[in-house]
DNA sequence: CCTCGCGGTTAATACTCTTTAACCATGCGG
DNA sequence: CCGCATGGTTAAAGAGTATTAACCGCGAGG
């Protein structure tokens, strides 16, 4: 029951696609199987049960985008002042077209590049994206802090990575701010009506905004 | 079956924030019925049905919205271009912080109204917020189409206004860039660790930067 | 007075769901 | 060839679900 083959791989991708479509709750083994060639009782050779899937799922998403992000900040520094030293673009694909840089800001600091990771993150899983913002009430108690430990990891991370941009922010405001970026950028699944390409760039612009020129008046 | 008595009105409340909570699926009527403090099948004397409490509160909440962005268009013009009179706030209470523009932009336009109206919305039903965007698949055929047209004519309403800010974006754009502000502003069910105020400041500010500045390079 | 509709009750029906049990094919190490 | 782990099957159990049925107290209008 432990490690991951690849018809595991499968049923945790297509049950994530599943469940972000129609909730946990509105998904039975049954129809997981079904969507896999299988038949219901089957999952039980791969799986504990129907929320051990669903906990699967939420551990791999969190755990991804945490160790993505850290890896972004652990350049050797803490990540506590603004990096002027190019950071990885996380091995996830495309992206090509990095933002050119004019005016007197760093244009290469950790917070520009968590952008483009989770960006890339949210439309390449976007299923991921969708039930780890609203599945994980859904598990059990281990389950759920051990998910929960990683979210919030990962929006401390982005946290610090703001605050040498906004300083005038209290740290729990800086918190609502990062989260309230996480709703833009976790919006793709709702759209999908542009290329991803224009998406992607359209995302990143607009969290770009949102979390550094939100100060400035209209 | 028809008139909104206070009973009804009470059940659609509490239903909306156990959907909110748990999801359409993870809610039974005895769990909605215990809440009110009656028991079970004593909601078949006001709705038809589970699905009918869902339907009725995806209704409303889609109505009071298009309602509410329609009344702040609709000042005689079309809304195509940018108005420099007075846009009404929309009654929802609070907002004395008005923006104080100092740019050559207009500072009272449609779009600007649209986001305080979504915003105090977002920050005072966010129940109604949450299900509009994740239970309207749980409809059934007739009630879904009901309140998707209100939800795209919503849109359609925000993509107008944002349309004179950013002539350069394509409809379908336009539309994704409208999407995204609605994770933004609709983030709000997430995070709630900062005043009612603070929240309202940071998300209108945030939303009008991803919206009208996002074109900017940092 | 009395009927009658309104809003509630509990019991029962007819599912559906998760999970377990019992059984079976197949490929592979010895 | 044997034994057996792997991954599958169907049947069944047991809990939980929405919904309906049958019944009841009660306040108001004739």
Redesign the interface.
């Known amino acids: 029951m432990r490690r991951v083959t690849p018809r595991r791989r499968q049923i945790l991708d297509t049950a994530a696609d599943l469940f972000a479509?129609?909730?946990?709750?509105?998904v039975s083994v049954g129809d997981i199987g079904a969507a896999v060639g299988i038949s219901g009782p089957a999952l039980y050779k791969h799986f504990a049960g129907k929320e051990d899937i669903l906990g699967q799922c939420l551990l791999h998403a969190s755990e991804r985008l945490l160790e993505g992000a850290r890896a972004l900040t652990e350049h050797g520094g803490d990540g506590d002042e603004v990096r002027h030293d190019r950071a990885g673009r996380a091995g996830h694909g495309g992206g090509t077209d990095a933002?050119?840089?004019?005016?007197g800001?760093p244009?290469d600091d950790v917070l520009?590049a968590l952008i483009a990771f989770h960006t890339d993150f949210a439309l390449s899983q976007p299923s991921l994206i969708v039930i780890q913002?609203?599945e994980w009430?859904?598990l059990g108690e281990q389950a759920r802090v051990r998910v929960r430990e990683r979210q919030l990891a990962y929006i401390d991370v982005w946290t610090r990575a703001l605050r040498p941009h906004r300083p005038e922010l209290?740290p729990?405001?800086a918190?609502?701010?990062v989260?309230?970026?996480?709703?833009?950028?976790?919006?793709t699944p709702?759209?999908a009506?542009?290329s991803r390409a224009?998406?992607r760039d359209?995302?990143t612009?607009?969290?770009?905004?949102?979390?550094?020129?939100?100060?400035?008046?209209?």
């Open positions: 479509a129609r909730g946990f709750h509105g933002p050119a840089g004019h005016a800001a244009e520009e913002e609203r009430g859904s209290s729990a405001q918190r609502a701010a989260q309230a970026a996480f709703g833009l950028l976790n919006s709702h759209s009506r542009i224009a998406m359209l995302l612009r607009m969290a770009r905004a949102a979390l550094t020129l939100s100060l400035i008046h209209i």
